[in-house]
């Protein structure tokens, strides 16, 4: 397990701008550091990514869904994490931990998994 202790703040489907003003919110609460997982990653694992590993898959074209992922926070440091980055960046974002599970399947694959949550919560709440 060693291997993916990273505490890590992985983010997709964000702009620029909007990348730069995560990275502000982060660094000014002294939150973990954040990696951007672009398309060129769709196909890695995400305990590859956490880990830094280059593997240049083919892009593949994934959902434009804003992702924000959470590895190895501890409990207060992630509710304060979390609370801080809804406040700033809006509802549309998928806020998720990395567990010992998700951290073996593939990014889209993760992705496609969360979208199906989200569009299941969001029925439930009708």
């Known amino acids: 397990m060693g291997l993916n202790n990273d505490k890590l703040i992985l983010i997709y489907g ?3 701008e909007e990348i730069v003003k995560i990275g502000e919110i982060i660094l000014n609460n002294d939150f973990e550091k954040f990696k951007v997982i672009d398309n060129s990653m ?7 990514i956490i880990q830094g590993l ?4 083919l892009g593949k074209t994934i959902p434009d869904q804003k992702v924000i992922l959470f590895n190895n926070l501890e409990d207060e440091q992630l509710q304060k994490t979390l609370v801080t980055l809804k406040e700033k960046i809006g509802n549309d974002t998928i806020f998720a931990v990395v567990t010992q599970t998700s951290i073996e399947w593939t990014f889209d694959g993760l992705l496609e998994h969360l979208m199906e949550e989200k569009k299941w919560a969001s029925k439930r709440k009708k």
């Open 54 to 57: 280059e593997i240049p898959t």
């Open 14 to 16: 964000f702009n620029q």
């Open 42 to 48: 769709a196909t890695m694992k995400i305990g590859d």
